[in-house]
């Protein structure tokens, strides 16, 4: 593990990750990885790169599935234990490995789970032309703002 300048480029099944599953609308689809292992200047293991692909969400909206594209960066610097990981440089994200075996798809699957967004909604969703009359709305713009009445009638109060 971390040889130097060893890499990995495969492509991950969403299914493979039930907690990143749990946040999506279906498991199709693969996210495709790219990662390097390194050894820094001193002397610190490093995992970098990325991974991203397309899965489908619940438009907050209507509720239908909606594709979106996630994509996760990678900057990891591998710590031997708690202490160790304080002494990592801050422009690193550290990762405890206290065995020799790394569990890359556990990783993966929590930089997945931060980098999708919170809400997601069609761009142009359906449900807006479908229940919403846009004429209507211009036409409406002719009467007074709600809010301008409500001011007006808290200046009438002090009076
Ligand atoms: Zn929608």
Known sequence: MAERGAQISA????????????MLADQDGK???????????????????????QVKMICQRCLEPVEIEV??????????????????PRYYDPVI?????LELVPLVQEE???????????????????FGEPETAVKESNKPNPFSVLAALKKADTK
């Open 11 to 22: 492509d991950l099944p969403v299914s493979a990750m039930p907690d990143f599953c749990d």
């Open 31 to 53: 996210i495709q990885v790219e990662l390097e292992f390194s050894i820094d200047e001193q002397r610190i293991r490093l995992i970098q790169g990325q991974a991203g692909g």
């Open 71 to 88: 994509a996760a960066k990678f900057n990891l610097g591998i710590a031997a234990s708690e202490e160790a990981a304080k002494q990592l």
């Open 97 to 101: 490995v206290e065995a020799d075996e």
């Open 112 to 130: 997945l789970i931060l980098s999708i967004p919170h809400d997601v909604y069609h761009e142009d969703c359906s449900i807006q032309t479908s």
